[in-house]
T-cell receptor, first 109, second 112 residues
């Protein structure tokens, strides 16, 4: 079983749609969680951290369920500029960040 | 502000040739430094990390090595490249108080 698993997609949605990505992780001792965004042929960039209570940043909402070892990212009112690959990241300890393979999103006009 | 520089952006090397990729960080001291590789369609794989000058931890056995000759310099090397070394190599840093890594712009290596 992979340490961090994501649905690879691709997700093709129209502008304005709401889309949700899921991620599961295998190590129950994982300490911190993140979503990164990676544009084609570019480096990953931190989108948001994921907190146990859930957190929101504009159109983006992240949720964490430690009991189920499950993380989600919800994007509301999708924009063309949201097209990218979204990476689920789990920090096992201070120097061990594990990345999912990513979920590809294409937002179409 | 802190910045991370990585070069070159792209590189095409023949099998058996040596490799040296350099990464430098500005605006911070004593950062944790990381080398990752991303193969086509796959997740990032941590190759090496360093918590200080001369301190290198290797995550996977491979054809590569890393060195940290200065506090803000991290170098990825190989004596003889293999075809399987092709990929997108990313340097990242993190300061002690942060939880998430910040990445450099990456080097796209193609071994032919």
């Amino acid at each position: 079983r992979k340490e961090v698993e994501q649905d690879p997609g691709p997700f093709n949605v129209p502008e304005g749609a709401t889309v949700a990505f899921n991620c599961t992780y295998s190590n129950s001792a994982s300490q911190s969680f993140f979503w990164y965004r990676q544009d084609c042929r570019k480096e990953p960039k931190l989108l948001m951290s994921v907190y146990s209570s859930g957190n929101e940043d504009g159109r983006f909402t992240a949720q964490l369920n430690r009991a189920s070892q499950y993380i989600s990212l919800l994007i509301r009112d999708s924009k063309l500029s949201d097209s990218a690959t979204y990476l689920c990241v789990v920090n096992m300890n201070n120097n061990d960040m594990r990345f999912g393979a990513g979920t590809r999103l294409t937002v179409k006009p | 502000s802190q910045t991370i520089h990585q070069w070159p952006a792209t590189l095409v090397q023949p099998v058996g040739s040596p490799l040296s990729l350099e990464c430098t960080v500005e605006g911070t001291s004593n950062p944790n430094l990381y080398w990752y590789r991303q193969a086509a369609g796959r997740g990032l794989q941590l190759l090496f990390y360093s918590v200080g000058i001369g301190q290198i931890s290797s995550e996977v056995p491979q054809n590569l090595s890393a060195s940290r000759p200065q506090d803000r310099q991290f170098i990825l090397s190989s004596k003889k490249l293999l075809l399987s070394d092709s990929g997108f190599y990313l340097c990242a840093w993190r300061s002690g108080g942060e939880l998430a890594n910040t990445f450099g712009s990456g080097t796209r290596l193609t071994v032919v």
